[in-house]
């Protein structure tokens, strides 16, 4: 591919840091949620998401709606060009805290005027804090069958359950923008790049299921081939960056193509992951390698080693 064939967008002025466009989205969304939140738990009978708790203590339902209600700060930040900063994180948990007592505010508001409609109002109207004292202290679960008694207020240990709720929501609004604190980003061009993974080298052999007899021989054995693994990925890196010094983008994929399947690869307790990262606007990019260890939570991510690419590279790499 030619460099003046290649699509290469048109660069448009940017403000520098348009946190305010970030914020006010992330606003409108936690509006337009717990507006949404309210509106069902006024008109359904016994619908309260902000009250699900999978295995009585994760706040599930206050996990999920935070994280809606925050969607709109990364769905903003990746749209401008906003790098998300740690102050941009922490403005996010001011905002989330203010959006989660002004909900409880405004249901307080509610139920004093539905407590004076229905005249239970007897003596002084609580203020907010008597108020939410008392809807800790009644927090009861609720009965899973119908034959069951209902569940018996929990007192003071409410507030532990309650309070885990608000912490759900108000933490579960940084999954979203926290997710890109981590993403590639142009400083010239201010914008997040792209990053698409060109190829996995397996770095140990299959987890393999040891029987009790000979089980030290097994694992001796499991252990060497594991270290034969590694020996192979070191040999092939640098033979890929050899490839990438020399100009041989073609020996570079080639060698990516022997080193097997991604998709099998990847199911390896231990793989280098090989990915071309570059940015739309400038196309400029790099060639990452990391070495992943283990799978979803208990995974473990080491750079090894980076290679810059020139807009001429980064073409013929993409092809």
Not at 6 to 17: L, M, Q, Y
Not at 123 to 151: C, N, T, V
Not at 291 to 300: D, I
Request: glycine share 8%.
């Amino acid at each position: 591919m030619d460099l003046d064939s290649a699509p290469v967008e048109e660069h448009f002025p940017r403000s520098g840091k348009p946190y305010f466009a970030v914020l006010l989205s992330g606003f409108l969304t936690s509006v337009v949620t717990l507006a949404g939140v309210f509106v069902l738990g006024r008109n359904t009978d016994g619908f309260h998401i902000m009250g699900w708790y999978a295995g009585y203590v994760i706040p599930a339902g206050a996990v999920l709606v935070g994280i809606a209600a925050a969607s709109g700060y990364a769905v903003a930040s990746w749209l401008t060009g906003t790098r998300i900063s740690r102050g941009l994180l922490l403005a996010v948990v001011f905002l989330q805290t203010g959006a989660y007592i002004t909900a409880e505010y405004i249901e307080y508001l509610v139920v004093m005027k539905d407590w004076r409609q229905r005249g239970l109002m007897a003596g002084p109207e609580p203020s907010f804090p008597q108020y939410y004292d008392i809807k800790a202290r009644s927090f009861a679960w609720k009965k899973q069958r119908p034959l069951d008694p209902p569940g018996k207020p929990l007192g003071g240990w409410g507030y532990v359950f309650v309070l885990l709720g608000a912490a759900g929501f108000i933490l579960s609004g940084l999954i979203a923008p926290a997710m890109l604190f981590t993403v590639p980003y142009c400083e010239p061009c201010q914008r997040y790049m792209t990053t698409r993974l060109i190829g996995v080298l397996p770095a140990s052999v299959p987890i393999k299921r040891i029987t009790w007899k000979n089980q030290e021989a097994h694992a001796r054995e499991h252990a060497r081939e594991n270290e034969e693994a590694i020996a192979k990925t070191n040999e092939r890196l640098a033979r890929l960056w050899a490839a990438l010094a020399e100009g041989r983008t073609d020996s570079f994929k080639q060698e990516l193509i022997e080193a097997g399947s991604i998709k099998a690869n990847a199911k390896l307790p231990r793989r280098v992951c090989v990915s071309l990262v570059w940015c739309k606007g400038c196309q400029n990019g790099q060639i990452i390698a990391v070495l992943v260890n283990g799978y979803a939570e208990a995974r473990q991510e080491v750079l090894l080693s980076q290679y810059p690419l020139s807009a001429t590279r980064l073409c013929e790499m993409r092809e």
